[in-house]
Nanobody, 124 residues
Framework: QVQLVESGGGLVQAGGSLRLSCGGS????????MAWFRQAPGKDREFVAA????????DYADSVKGRFTISRDNAKFTVDLQMNSLKPEDTAVYYC?????????????????WGQGTQVTVSS
């Protein structure tokens, strides 16, 4: 089992920045991809960003490209999301997720382990 805990959410004005962090614990004998998703009120959960085991391969939703940056530290079992130029439409609960892949690639957007989420609110 893998446990994930997000932190770093909060209230910020439009144009501001936040950095989300997600720490993992548990059995991680395999290679795994990590990702961030978000869910706004009344909407389905949507993909935000993903990163492969090595960190070389990344993927972003079009809505956050150029504003958000995902990074990871395998020694610490953490994944971060640096969010710049935030917009009110970025308001959501943000979740980190992990999926064991066995090799260095970004899988389809179906992940196995999820955190509880952290709230991000961007005021206009």
């Amino acid at each position: 089992q893998v446990q994930l805990v997000e932190s770093g959410g909060g209230l910020v004005q439009a144009g501001g920045s936040l950095r989300l962090s997600c720490g993992g614990s548990g059995r991680t004998f395999n290679i795994y991809a990590m990702a961030w998703f978000r869910q706004a009120p009344g909407k389905d959960r949507e993909f935000v960003a993903a990163i492969s085991w090595s960190g070389i391969k990344t993927d972003y939703a079009d809505s956050v490209k150029g504003r958000f940056t995902i990074s990871r530290d395998n020694a610490k079992f953490t994944v971060d999301l640096q969010m710049n130029s935030l917009k009110p439409e970025d308001t959501a609960v943000y979740y980190c997720a992990v999926r064991f892949t066995g090799s260095d690639y970004i899988p389809p957007r179906q992940y196995t382990y999820w955190g509880q989420g952290t709230q991000v609110t961007v005021s206009s």
